[in-house]
């Protein structure tokens, strides 16, 4: 059986390459499954999503730069997520929403 060290390991190396924009990944909690053949390993990370007021002009305009700043703030939200990982071979099984 691999340990719960490893599971996290594991887990946090798929959810940097299966989200590709996901940010500040934090470990949740982590848990052996009641037949003890699945690591539940919980991540949450952040998504910044393109901020649409972005026009790749600076402005010195305080409205515009302020409305810019509260863009960048809603495009970005914590994702949480459940990553299966199988607790003998260590093999991630996939993950789904908490």
Known sequence: MIS???AINV???NAKSLVKNAENIVL???ILS???ALYEVSLSYDLKGKNPLETGEES???T????VR???IMGKRREYKVFLVDSESGQFKGFKGR
């Open 34 to 36: 009641g037949n003890n």
């Open 60 to 62: 010195k305009d305080n």
């Open 64 to 67: 515009a730069l302020n409305l």
């Open 28 to 30: 949740e909690g982590v």
């Open 70 to 72: 509260l863009a960048e």
């Open 4 to 6: 719960f060290e490893e």
């Open 11 to 13: 887990a946090t190396e």
